[in-house]
């Protein structure tokens, strides 16, 4: 069974580097054809697909995020990592990592971390 669990600061500065990671356990990161994602919901707001990385690691990015965006991952701790740049108080949401096993249509998550709320305010 997959298990995902994030992890963040809880509150970033504006301008700064919002980091949060994911850990997997039950499933490889690395192997099979899985898509390992990063979604945020702002306070008061629906879902926003940030992007993902496939398991040959390959990266797929929102376009409104691309720019701002990078995911990385560290296969030897089965961990995946957002990082999102130049952040702003718009930036404020609850981070959620999920995969998809059925194809990367950026909807279909069949395992979801609880999610870590991020502030970014100074």
């Known amino acids: 069974q997959v298990q995902l669990q994030e992890s963040g600061p809880g509150l970033v500065n504006p301008s700064q580097t919002l980091s949060v990671t994911c850990t997997v356990s039950?499933?490889?990161?690395?192997?099979?054809?899985?898509?390992w994602n990063w979604i945020r919901q702002p306070p008061g707001k629906g879902l926003e697909w940030i992007g993902y990385?496939?398991?040959?690691?390959?990266?797929d990015y929102a376009p409104s995020l691309k720019g701002r965006t990078s995911i990385s991952r560290d296969t030897s701790k089965n961990q995946f990592t957002l990082q999102l740049i130049s952040v702003t108080p718009e930036d404020t949401a609850t981070y959620y990592c999920?995969?998809?096993?059925?194809?990367?249509?950026?909807?279909?998550?069949?395992?979801w971390g609880q999610g870590t709320q991020v502030i970014v305010s100074s």
């Open positions: 999920a995969v998809d096993a059925e194809g990367g249509s950026r909807s279909n998550f069949g395992s």
């Open positions: 990385i496939y398991s040959t690691g390959m990266t």
């Open positions: 039950g499933g490889s990161i690395a192997t099979g054809h899985a898509y």
